[in-house]
T-cell receptor
């Protein structure tokens, strides 16, 4: 197991386009988190899955954002009708219940032109 | 809601010297976990050290140690014998047992510069 994988590492898109990011957590981890990080700031929580259930969503996650984890393994984060303010690094992290230690992926950087 | 505050946007230290990064947090909970994460320029977030709030003993990992003051809600990181590879953004973070509603809550980070 090579850790938490995220794809793509960098996405450049035009305003108004849709983008999708994928996260593959560590295989035995049942909890998966999405965070957003803008330059010079700490990561901000977006949403959280335990197995396939999406248990929490931040107010930062507008209607244009949707996340899924259909079989409790990998997760996708889709942003529809992207805006320049969506430009950020999107980080995925995972852990298993009781561990309380998140392992992060390398992130997917989004640039909206 | 829990908050984490890092009051030092940037710190600089000479190689081989010791540096302390500050962190304070606000919570009404008694059971929680605190972390320091390191984020080098490559942007991969790496766990440096973890502290359980119910443990009075300060956590230590090689050159990294913490000073955990629960009553003061303070959690500082001491890096001894600083090395060039320690240069990075350092984030203090908090989590409730079971992950809580928001997972980890992060501070804004401290940029650590190591001068050769």
């Amino acid at each position: 197991d090579t850790g938490v994988s995220q794809d793509p590492r960098h996405k450049i898109t035009k305003r108004g386009q849709n983008v999708t990011f994928r996260c593959d957590p560590i295989s035995e981890h049942n909890r998966l988190y999405w965070y957003r990080q803008t330059l010079g700031q700490g990561p901000e929580f977006l949403t959280y899955f335990q197995n396939e259930a999406q248990l929490e969503k931040s107010r930062l996650l507008s209607d244009r954002f949707s996340a899924e984890r259909p079989k409790g393994s990998f997760s996708t984060l889709e942003i529809q009708r992207t805006e320049q303010g969506d430009s950020a690094m999107y980080l995925c992290a995972s852990d298993y219940s009781g561990a309380n230690v998140l392992t992060f992926g390398a992130g997917s950087r989004l640039t909206v032109l | 809601a829990q908050t984490v505050t890092q009051s030092q946007p940037e710190m600089s230290v000479q190689e081989a010297e010791t540096v302390t990064l500050s962190c304070t947090y606000d919570t009404s909970e008694s059971d929680y976990y605190l972390f320091w994460y390191k984020q080098p320029p490559s942007r991969q977030m790496i766990l440096v050290i973890r502290q359980e709030a119910y443990k009075q003993q300060n956590a230590t990992e090689n050159r990294f140690s913490v000073n955990f003051q629960k009553a003061a809600k303070s959690f500082s990181l001491k890096i001894s014998d600083s090395q060039l590879g320690d240069a990075a953004m350092y984030f203090c973070a908090y989590i409730l047992p079971g992950g809580g509603a928001d997972g980890l809550t992060f501070g804004k980070g401290t940029h650590l510069i190591i001068q050769p």
